[in-house]
C-alpha cells in the first residue's frame, strides 16, 4: 500500500522516513534520517560539531512587508496552496578575463544557455536528501518540489554529496546509489546541478537538519589518534573536520586525507562521468567545517561558542604544532614554534577582553603576532591549494566548474584586529586584506570564490559587536575583482521576505567601484527548499526574486512590475505541482 501525502511530506517538519531502498537489510536505527532539528545521532564519537552561527539573533529579523494582493494572485492562491502540500501541507506549517568567465558558468557548461544575462538561481536541496541505506528521501515530494523549481525559471539545484555516506564503511567502497537517482531526476526535470564534495560531518551547523558523521571508518582512525582532530589550547577536539596538519601524511589506513578527498572526486567523476558538463555543472569542493574552507574556530555545540564570540585558535594539534615549529625555527625564532597566542581569550570573549585582540597594544600586530598569523592563514591557503590541485587534475576537460566557498564572518568587523576572522583563519585586519590571497589562489586553479551572508544588512545585526556584512561583502567583492575570479553567492540563513530577495538583487549586481561595469555574480544559491518555500506568500516572492535575478543589472523595473510578470510562472507551475500531489497520494 503506497503510503500517505501526510508521512511522505511530513517528514520535512520532523517526521523520521524509514528507509525503503534498505528492505534487504538488517533493520538498523540507522536506517532512518530524521529531518527534526532536534535529531541526535547515535554516534558516541562525535565529541564536537562546529556550527555557522545565527548572525541576526533573535531580534534582527526584518520587519514584515506588505505582500502584494493583485486579483489574479489572490485567485491562484488556493491552486499554489497544492504546490505547498506537494512538500510541506502536513507539516503544518569589466569586459575582462572574470566577466567572460563568468558569462561561461552563467551559460552552464557544454549544454548550458546563451545570449542570456543576468545571474542565474540555483535551490539547495535538503540535507538528508540521501538515506543512510543510500536511497532518495521523500522523493515524490523532491519530484514535485523539482517541477515546480524548474517551472519557476530556476537554474538547478545544489546537493550534498556526503563523503559519510557515500563511503561509509570501508576505505575505497563508494555507494553512489540515491545520489545518482537524484541526479537523474534532476537531468528529466532540466535542472543543472552543483554538486558538493561534502567531506565534513553534516550536523551541529545552523540549518543542519540531520546528523552524518565522517565514515565509519575515518571515525575510528581519530579515535586511534586523536591529533587527526582540531584541537584548540584546552585539549577539546573536533570531529567534524580533519586537521589540515594531517593533510599529506598516510594516517587513513595507508592513504592521506588529500588522498582520500581526490580518490572520493575521481569515483564520482567515473560514475557520473555522462552528466558532467550538461546537468553537472558545478563541483564544490568542501575543505572544512560547513564545507567551508575555514578552521572549526567558533563551535556552538554545547554552548562552546556563542555569537558574537571570537571564537578560538585551531592549532593545537601535535601536527599542526610541528609545522608551527618548523615554521619558527626557518623564521630563526624557535622560541615562537612551542605554542599559540596564549593571551588571545575564549571562545565568547569579544576582542577589547583580550591582550592579543585589543586595538591598542594588541598582540595580532606585535612581531610574534604577524609571524603567527601569517603562519596560521597560509596554512589553510596551502590547504585549499593542495585540494584545488586534485580538484582541477580530476575533472579537466569535463565541462564543470569548481568553486570553493568562504565564510561571511561578519562580526567584529569593524573592529582593528577582526579577530574573529583571524580565529578562523582569514589574517584580515584594518591594515591587511585577507581576502585578496584568498581569491589570487583561487584563481590559479581557475575556481570560482563562493561566498555568504549576501542577504545580511548591516543594520539588521548588533552594532555592538560591530558587525558589517555589507562591507565584508563589498571587501570580497573588490577582492574577486582584482584577482579576476569569478564570484557568487548563497544566504547565509533562511530569509522569504522581499527585504531580504532585495538586498541579494544589489549585492549580486556588484556595484562596488567605477569599474565594475557589466560584472554580476555568476550564480547565486538559495537556501533552502523546504516546506517554508512553498507557502503561497513566500513562492510568489520567491518566482518574482528568479525573475529579476535573471533579469540582471540591466534590468529597471520596480518589484510591483516584476510581481506581475511573474504571476505567469506561478500559472505555469500550477499544473505541474498538481499532477505531483495527485501522484503523491496515490
Excluded at 526535470?189 to 554538486?195: E, F, S, T, W
Excluded at 609545522?323 to 614554534?337: I, N
Excluded at 584568498?438 to 560591530?466: K, V, Y
Excluded at 538559495?526 to 540582471?552: C, I, S, T
Aim: proline share 6%; hydrophobic share 35%.
Amino acid at each position: 500500500m503506497a503510503l500517505s501525502l501526510t508521512h511522505q511530506i511530513g517528514s520535512l517538519a520532523g517526521s523520521p522516513v524509514p528507509d525503503s531502498s534498505a528492505a534487504g537489510e538488517a533493520a538498523s536505527s540507522s536506517a532512518t534520517v530524521s529531518a527534526a532539528g532536534g535529531w541526535k545521532s547515535p554516534s558516541a564519537n562525535i565529541r564536537c560539531a562546529t556550527r555557522k552561527p545565527d548572525p541576526t539573533g533573535a531580534d534582527a529579523l526584518s520587519p514584515p512587508l506588505t505582500p502584494s494582493r493583485s486579483p489574479s494572485l489572490a485567485a491562484i492562491r488556493p491552486d499554489l496552496s497544492v504546490a505547498c502540500k506537494a512538500f510541506a501541507t502536513d507539516t503544518a506549517a569589466n569586459t575582462s578575463e572574470t566577466e567572460e568567465a563568468e558569462r561561461a558558468y552563467r551559460e552552464g557548461g557544454k549544454g548550458g544557455k546563451s545570449g542570456e544575462g543576468g545571474v542565474p538561481v540555483y535551490v539547495m536541496m535538503p540535507l538528508d536528501s540521501v538515506t543512510w541505506g543510500n536511497g532518495v528521501n521523500r522523493k515524490k515530494a523532491v519530484n514535485a518540489a523539482m517541477a515546480a523549481l524548474k517551472s519557476a525559471g530556476v537554474e538547478g539545484i545544489m546537493m550534498d554529496v556526503w563523503w559519510g555516506l557515500v563511503e561509509r564503511e570501508k576505505p575505497g567502497e563508494y555507494n553512489w546509489g540515491g545520489y545518482a537517482e537524484l541526479l537523474e531526476m534532476a537531468k528529466k526535470h532540466g535542472l543543472k546541478v552543483q554538486a558538493v564534495m561534502s567531506f565534513h560531518q553534516c550536523g551541529g551547523n545552523v540549518g543542519d537538519s540531520c546528523t552524518i558523521p565522517l565514515p565509519k571508518w575515518v571515525v575510528e582512525e581519530i579515535d586511534k589518534d586523536p591529533d587527526l582532530a582540531y584541537t584548540d589550547q584546552w585539549g577539546r577536539r573536533n570531529y567534524e573536520y580533519l586537521s589540515l596538519g594531517c593533510d599529506t601524511l598516510p594516517v587513513l589506513k595507508g592513504r592521506t586525507p588529500v588522498q582520500c578527498y581526490a580518490d572520493f572526486m575521481r569515483a564520482f567523476r567515473d560514475n557520473f562521468k555522462n552528466l558532467l558538463g550538461d546537468t553537472i555543472v558545478e563541483i564544490q569542493v568542501g575543505m572544512g567545517p560547513a564545507g567551508e574552507l575555514r578552521y572549526p574556530s567558533y563551535p556552538e555545540q554545547n554552548g562552546t561558542w556563542r555569537f558574537p564570540g571570537i571564537g578560538a585558535f585551531q592549532c593545537y594539534d601535535k601536527y599542526m604544532l610541528s609545522s608551527l615549529q618548523a615554521a619558527a625555527e626557518a623564521a630563526g625564532k624557535p622560541e615562537w614554534g612551542s605554542t599559540g597566542p596564549r593571551d588571545a581569550g575564549e571562545y565568547n570573549n569579544w576582542p577589547e577582553d583580550t591582550q592579543f585582540f585589543r586595538k591598542e597594544g594588541g598582540g595580532w600586530s606585535s612581531p610574534f603576532g604577524e609571524f603567527f598569523l601569517t603562519w596560521y592563514s597560509q596554512m589553510l591557503l596551502d590547504h585549499g591549494d593542495r585540494i584545488l590541485t586534485s580538484a582541477k587534475s580530476i575533472f579537466e576537460d569535463t565541462g564543470v566548474k569548481i568553486s570553493v566557498k568562504i565564510a561571511g564572518i561578519h562580526w567584529h568587523y569593524g573592529t582593528r584586529s577582526h579577530a574573529a576572522e583571524l580565529t578562523a583563519g582569514y589574517y584580515n585586519t584594518r591594515f591587511r586584506d585577507g581576502y585578496l590571497p584568498i581569491a589570487n589562489m583561487l584563481a590559479r586553479h581557475g575556481a570560482i570564490f563562493n561566498f555568504t551572508c549576501i542577504e545580511m544588512r548591516d543594520h539588521e545585526q548588533p552594532q555592538d559587536a560591530l558587525c558589517a556584512p555589507e562591507k565584508l561583502v563589498k571587501q570580497v567583492a573588490l577582492a574577486t575583482q582584482k584577482a579576476q575570479v569569478p564570484l557568487a553567492g548563497e544566504n547565509a540563513l533562511p530569509r522569504y521576505d522581499e527585504y531580504a530577495h532585495d538586498q541579494i538583487i544589489n549585492a549580486s549586481q556588484l556595484n562596488v567601484d567605477d569599474d565594475s561595469g557589466e560584472r554580476e555574480m555568476c550564480a547565486f544559491t538559495y537556501l533552502r527548499m523546504n516546506p517554508h518555500l512553498f507557502q503561497p506568500d513566500n513562492w510568489r516572492k520567491f518566482v518574482a526574486f528568479v525573475k529579476k535575478m535573471k533579469e540582471g543589472k540591466g534590468a529597471h523595473k520596480c518589484w510591483e512590475q516584476v510581481e506581475r510578470e511573474a504571476e505567469h510562472f506561478v500559472h505555469v507551475s500550477q499544473p505541474l505541482v498538481q499532477e505531483a500531489a495527485v501522484a503523491l497520494g496515490q
